[in-house]
């Protein structure tokens, strides 16, 4: 397990450099960072001493290694709109996004995996059949559509959830978080619930899909023969073994809600990464926009290889392999 881990480690930090690339080249050739940030008014002088400064006079190769030596330190350079360290930036704006994803993927794991299982034993069921029709509005309707509709129901009609915002946040420690305000629990319902929707209704599908077929096999039969209860076979031994691609996929989905949660944050204007990311977009904010995706690659990374390690514990098999190859070794020698 050990060598597999480091392999792992390997081939995510080569994704990483990669994604480091990436955020240099932007960084680098798109527009004139010297321009940027001396502005239109700066003599020429004034521009060839802050490019010195910066190291743009560098050779590209000497450039790219103090750019991933900085970016390993956390240290992004300024923001050319705001003229503040791009770390502190983020720092500020990583709670709220935290927060908001993981309301969203609890939400959407509790919430279809429970009524995946249920679509599974009641496969022909009008329940059933309801959930997975209703289940079609999270695939069919885009996300922004789902957080307009909620808008208009809770917040326009009815008038008991905030449109937008975080609410009222406290300070806990080094982190700032709504969910210990009854004002930041309201505004984190309808934006949660978006996110959520992003995935419900595929881990509804899947764990229903998976749960159909581990319980049609051979070794839950023989279980249901040896006089096991029924709990223990839907979970100890059906749950488990249709739980193993439902890691991976929510394992990967959690990276994407975090990419892609930027649709959710500009509908309700929640001040996470995100809608910092879009709002550098905006404005042309290239360091912001390079230090997030270098940040939000090594989300990638690091979930990726957190759900390699989970299948060890999942899988038996997985264990059983590397000891199984060792003592065939010998013997077939």
Known sequence: MAAFIVRRIGEGLATILVVALIAFALFRYVGDPVMSIAGPDATQSDRDELREQLGLNDAVPVQFIRFVAHAAQGDFGFSYRSARPVSGLLAERLPATIELVAVGATLSLLLGTGLGIVVALKRKSALARSILTVSLFGVCLPTFV????????????????????????????????????????????????????????????????????????????????????????????????????????????????????????????????????????????????????????????????????????????????????????????
């Open 146 to 333: 789902n957080g307009i509709v909620l808008i208009y129901l809770f917040s326009v009609t009815l008038h008991w959830l905030p449109s937008f915002g975080r609410g009222e946040v406290v300070p806990v420690g080094g982190w700032t978080t709504g969910l210990a305000t009854w004002s930041g629990l309201r505004s984190l319902i309808m934006p949660g619930i978006t996110l959520a929707l992003f995935q419900l209704a595929m881990l509804i599908r899947l764990v229903s899909s998976e749960m159909t077929d581990v319980m049609q096999t051979d070794f839950i039969r023989f279980c249901r023969a040896r006089g096991l209860r029924r709990g223990s076979i839907l979970f100890r031994h059906g749950l488990r073994n249709a739980m193993m691609p439902v890691v991976t996929v929510v394992g990967l989905n959690i990276g994407s809600v975090i990419a892609f949660s930027a649709i959710t944050e500009t509908v309700f204007q929640w001040p996470g990464m995100s809608l910092l990311f879009i709002d550098s977009v905006r404005f042309g904010d290239i360091p912001v926009m390079a230090a997030y995706l270098v940040l939000v690659a090594t989300v990638f990374v690091l979930i990726n290889l957190t759900v390699d390690i989970l299948y060890f514990f999942i899988d038996p098999r997985l264990r059983l392999a590397p000891a199984t190859a060792a003592a065939q070794g010998p013997a077939n020698g």
